[in-house]
């Protein structure tokens, strides 16, 4: 056989199996979008140093004053949201805090949480985000499981790092 057919025969084919891979892999994190994340499974991801993952919480950032006294833990940012996570009311751009906007990357794996883990609060979040994920039960669900939380302002991470989120 000319050599030049072989390779060009060779070639062909690693393309082909790329393509493949490619559009396989595309199925797997559409199919993995509709599958909500439990509270467990992300407690156990955010334990492991070697996966990035970003944790964005869209409930709303604080109360207002009227509100404070009334309000759950689970259904404002500033009361207590998951170490590490990222606040972004509503997935709106524009009521997220300046510190926070900088920190947010639409390409890295992201889990969404919001109050209760509402379907349609994540359809709406999930346009910004390339590979994304709910939260089933939302924080609800975190804080059910008595699961580490924070409170108060989002503080931007320290510059360095390694570790796990937890």
């Known amino acids: 056989m000319n ?3 072989e390779r060009a025969i060779y070639f062909g084919i690693i393309g082909i199996l790329a393509i493949m891979v490619l559009v396989y892999g595309k199925k ?10 439990t509270a467990e499974q992300l407690y156990e991801l ?11 919480d869209v409930r709303p ?24 996570a ?4 509503m997935c709106d751009l524009s ?23 509402d379907p349609k609060v994540f359809e709406k979040c999930k346009k910004y985000f390339k590979i994304v994920r709910n939260l089933k039960g939302g924080m609800q669900a975190w ?22 989120c937890l």
């Open 143 to 164: 804080l059910d499981n008595d699961y580490p939380t924070e409170e108060d302002e989002y503080v931007p991470p320290k510059a360095g790092g390694g570790g796990g």
């Open 28 to 37: 797997i994190v559409k199919l993995q979008e509709q599958i909500p994340l």
């Open 3 to 5: 050599p030049r057919l």
């Open 61 to 84: 950032y604080e109360p207002s004053e009227e509100e404070e006294d009334d309000a759950e833990d689970y259904q404002f940012y500033t009361l207590a949201h998951i170490p590490g």
């Open 86 to 89: 990222i606040p972004m009311p």
């Open 95 to 117: 009521k997220t805090p300046e510190d926070a906007k900088e920190h947010i990357n639409f390409y890295l794996p992201t889990v969404i949480i919001s109050e209760n883990g």
């Open 46 to 56: 955010m334990q492991n140093p070697k996966i990035t993952l970003q944790v964005i």
